[in-house]
């Protein structure tokens, strides 16, 4: 423990018989810190860790003195800190590149000349297999076999590898398939809310902090840990020991008041807080949320909306440690003790939740008794919807964006059925995500309304594909043990997997005779799921309007067959008695939802699916792994690869070079996601990636997702801004319009080619390249491969008018200079075409925040100086920057050591 305790704080704490050393918040603030009793919560959970781990170099006195004036400046003089997360927690898509990453810097370190052993995680880790399942098959009682099955013969290869990192590594553990999702997890077990570690001989106690490689690790707040989101680099620094720099953020307080109203759902709720924080802007600051709402809240619902952070822009949605907290850790099987030192540390640190309302730096209000039935789409989780407004904006939908207002009620036949489809029609009804499958009270309704419905003669439209992936195997206990399993497999929803679906893109492809109609046809067809993203191409390929709901909500569409149906006033079908039926006959009321909960979730579900979880089932177990400190790299694998990031590394930096001429690869609008700079769903036949597969003997039926071969550059860097929604602007039709999908002209030859080979026939001339975009660039989830894909194109900058925070963070972890344009510019309003090239003076001189100066030349040979700034915010930073990235700062240090 590093800590120069220069505020006196280190003491001790008893609990039961056991004596923990910790850092006394209010200790400190006597000796020297002054008064915090009114910083938020979170706040204070940064402060312990400051204190914890003073250094006098990452963490120095005037960064701790810094959180006591936060309460002056409320976060807007942008000092930077560092911060050291107790653990880090992955899920595989992004866990098998991060373990890639590892076992190449073992394979650098023993190149130059340094123990390979020395690569380990020195926080623990977790990594949950929860994002290679996919719903192939659905519908019947096989499907989860099923699946499974397809699963372990798919990602072997991957499996493999992550059991020889299981048994390499220290301090790594693996959560095999089939368990959950990690953040179900996470929050049903992994989590602890006080962490506890052994160091030199004494028990520390110390608030549970984590970053995650998925950004929906804020999840975990709704018990008090504070934790984000972060791309895989990062999280591999804070593995391997770095502190991540931050700056100490503005904290945005919402005040919660009230109860939910008959009829309303914590998905109802967290839609509207989406809606609302993403109105007020709070990308990059903390919010916590207090209140004598939360009185009324269950764990469970906490957890959703803190799940939801990504969505609303937030660093985290932080819920302080409670009573509700307490209850919640005895009720999923916690170590009893681990739960009185919880109590006792947090009251004792001023860290549970009172009355007393902390200091913010701004705040806004809900009363949960404003909630109503909503919705999110069709393409942004932030723009919800009344439920009795769904058919109603899918119709203007049609018009103002699609073009389709002609033809709104088109049908077409589909082969070899006894039905058509059309516009609106809903082809995908899933319940899945982490965002609400950690919570009982809407599953249990969804099964409620299942059992209504069927008692009522109501069945599934023929035309919906139907599943339920819970987040954890306790969710089928306890719809198992209240019966409600049987109704929900009665309409479809049968169980498919455990693990992240349909929100990720992982929802299989429709039957093949829905999916050759709706591209015959050119039809405009909807999917309800309870996730947390529904971006444009992100669900399937064939779905383009994808709308976020409650599980009952999900089920009431599979019944209804339409987004077009408006379920506040049209039946919702015809009964076995022919009389129509509403959705207000079938829905369950809170009281008998809370009752069945009440009754069916146990603690003794809990313990008896957590009480072996690292062991796996039988497949997991059959897999022989070699051991080794280096793993041995098959050249023939088109899974795992060792990628080129260490090639001809030294043990000194080279300070990068300025950026001379560059080509432009891409002109892109505002809110270019994540999802549409990485590979991720499936992977065409006609696609660089396609093609590299091909060649290499897989066959198109094996192709996989892009998701499940992360761990080959090869793939991925091909499936880079490959996305069949993205519009670069610099390709268009002959009328005028962009063209869809992952193209780009090559200049000066003029010629249209996917990016991937423009890249390449650049990097074959000699060229180096950047891009330029608009607001909010890389919003969504914390993807490394948009970043690591970015830079293996060549890519040297980014200009954007913002950036999301994870991906901003990203770009320079792999080497990548971001600049924004100043305010009021874009690369619109400069009238840049991509026929430019584009030079950096001074790249090795940058320091934070300053203007840089880009030298644009145009196509007929003038030239032009822009002024942008650099958003490079910390020295840590500037530090990555000059290192090549973070992997090779850490590499070098660990490799001195």
């Given at each position: 423990m ?10 001790t ?8 050393t ?22 204070k ?5 400051l ?6 170099v ?9 959180m ?69 098959h ?6 989860f ?24 590594f ?9 368990t ?9 077990y ?82 509207t ?11 990059g ?35 302080p440690?409670?009573a ?12 009893p ?18 009355d ?50 002609a ?6 036949p ?12 809903v ?7 982490c ?13 409620l ?38 109704s ?33 046809n ?63 006959d079938?829905?369950p ?20 699916r ?8 039988q ?8 051991a ?12 795992v ?25 891409g ?14 769903g499936?992977?065409?036949?006609v ?25 080959n550059?090869?793939?991925m ?9 993205i519009k670069?602007q ?7 319009s962009?063209v ?24 074959q ?34 200009v ?17 200079l ?7 510019q874009?690369?619109a ?10 030079s950096?003076a001074?790249?090795a001189?940058?320091?934070?925040r ?48």
């Amino acid at each position: 423990m590093p800590s120069l305790n220069s505020f006196n704080a280190r003491t001790t704490i008893s609990v039961g018989a056991k004596t923990f050393t910790y850092f006394d918040l209010k200790a400190a603030s006597a000796n020297g810190l002054g008064d915090i009793s009114r910083l938020p919560i979170s706040l204070k959970v940064l402060l312990e860790n400051l204190l914890r781990t003073e250094d006098g170099v990452a963490v120095k006195k005037a960064d701790i003195l810094a959180m006591t004036s936060w309460l002056v400046n409320k976060g807007k003089n942008e000092v930077e800190i560092a911060f050291s997360p107790a653990r880090v927690l992955m899920q595989d898509f992004t866990g098998v590149p991060a373990v890639v990453d590892l076992a190449a810097m073992r394979d650098a370190a023993a190149k130059l000349g340094a123990n390979p052993e020395k690569i380990n995680p020195l926080v623990p880790v977790d990594l949950v297999i929860d994002h290679s399942v996919m719903v192939d098959h659905f519908g019947g009682a096989g499907a989860f076999k099923q699946n499974v099955e397809l699963e372990y013969e798919r990602n072997v290869e991957r499996y493999q590898f992550l059991r020889w990192g299981q048994q390499a590594f220290q301090d790594f553990r693996v959560v095999p398939p089939g368990t959950g999702i990690c953040h179900q997890v996470n929050l049903e077990y992994l989590g602890q809310s006080v962490w506890v570690r052994d160091i030199d001989g004494e028990t520390y106690a110390y608030p549970d902090t984590v970053v995650g490689t998925d950004s929906h690790t804020t999840m975990i707040n709704g018990i008090g840990v504070l934790g984000w989101g972060v791309g895989g680099i990062e999280a591999e620094a804070a593995m391997l020991g770095q502190s991540i720099s931050m700056l100490i953020p503005e904290v945005i307080g919402f005040r919660l008041s009230g109860k939910l109203p008959e009829g309303a759902t914590a998905t109802d709720l967290v839609l509207t807080v989406t809606q609302m924080l993403r109105k007020k802007g709070v990308v990059g600051k903390f919010v916590e949320f207090y209140g004598p709402g939360l009185a009324t809240m269950s764990v469970e619902d906490r957890a959703t909306i803190a799940n939801m952070a990504p969505e609303y822009g937030a660093t985290c949605g932080f819920f302080p440690v409670d009573a509700k907290t307490i209850d919640y850790l005895k009720a999923t099987g916690r170590d009893p003790a681990r739960v009185a030192l919880v109590e006792a540390y947090c009251k004792q640190q001023g860290l549970w939740l009172t009355d007393e309302e902390p200091e913010f730096t701004d705040t806004l209000e809900l009363s949960l008794a404003d909630v109503r039935p909503s919705l999110a789409g069709p393409k942004r989780p932030q723009d919800r919807v009344v439920l009795g407004g769904v058919a109603e904006g899918f119709t203007k939908v049609m018009t103002d964006e699609f073009r389709k207002s002609a033809e709104l009620n088109k049908r077409a036949p589909v082969n070899d059925a006894n039905h058509d489809i059309g516009h609106g029609d809903v082809v995908i009804a899933a319940i899945t995500s982490c965002t609400n499958t950690s919570n009982p009270s809407v599953l249990i309704a969804a099964g409620l309304l299942a059992r209504n419905a069927v008692a009522k003669g109501l069945g599934t439209k023929p035309w919906v594909k139907t599943s339920l992936a819970p987040g954890s195997q306790v969710v089928t206990d306890y719809l198992a043990k209240s019966g409600l399993g049987k109704s929900l497999d009665a309409l479809g929803f049968n169980l498919v997997g455990y693990g992240c679906t349909t929100c990720i893109g992982n929802s299989g492809p429709l039957p093949p005779a829905i999916s050759a109609s709706v591209a015959e046809n050119d039809l405009v067809v909807a999917s309800v799921l309870s996730g947390n993203r529904n971006f444009e191409g992100r669900v399937n390929q064939d779905v383009r309007a994808n709308y976020l709901a409650s599980p009952p909500l999900v089920v009431a569409y599979a019944l209804a067959g339409s987004v077009y149906a408006n379920l506040e006033t049209d039946p919702i079908g015809t009964g076995n008695d022919g009389q129509p039926v509403y959705l207000r006959d079938i829905w369950p009321s809170n009281a008998e939802i809370e009752q069945v909960v009440r009754n069916a979730v146990t603690k003794e579900m809990f313990d008896a699916r957590y009480g072996n979880v690292f062991a796996g089932d039988q497949h997991w177990q059959n897999i022989k792994v070699g051991a080794g400190r280096t793993y041995g790299w098959d050249a023939k694998s088109t899974y795992v690869q060792n990628p080129p990031y260490f090639a001809g590394m030294s043990m000194s930096p080279t300070p990068p070079t300025d950026v001379v001429e560059a080509r432009v690869l891409g002109l892109f609008g505002d809110s270019i996601t994540t999802d549409h700079i990485s590979p991720a769903g499936s992977i065409k036949k006609v696609s660089p990636a396609g093609a590299y597969l091909t060649e290499h003997g897989v066959a198109q039926a094996d192709f996989n997702s892009y998701g499940a071969r992360r761990g080959n550059h090869e793939v991925m860097m091909r499936g880079t801004f490959a996305n069949i929604r993205i519009k670069n602007q610099m390709v268009k039709n002959d009328d005028g319009s962009v063209v869809e999908g992952g193209f780009t002209i090559h200049h000066p030859s003029g010629e249209r080619m996917f990016i991937y080979d423009a890249a390449m026939r650049y990097k074959q001339e000699g060229r180096e390249l950047v891009i330029f975009a608009g607001k909010e660039y890389g919003t969504g989830s914390s993807r490394d491969w948009a970043a690591k894909g970015t830079t293996l194109l060549g890519v040297r900058a980014v200009v954007a008018e913002s950036f999301e925070r994870i991906h901003r963070s990203n770009l320079i972890g792999m080497g990548v200079l971001p600049l924004q344009f100043l305010d009021g510019q874009s690369w619109a309003s400069l009238g840049l075409t991509g026929e430019e090239t584009v030079s950096i003076a001074n790249v090795a001189g940058l320091g934070p925040r300053q203007k840089v100066t880009l030298k644009i030349t145009r196509a007929n040979g003038k030239t032009e100086d822009l002024e942008v700034h650099c958003r490079i915010d910390t020295e840590n930073e500037v530090e990555y920057l000059r290192n090549g990235g973070i992997l090779h700062y850490v590499l070098r240090g660990l490799a001195r050591g």
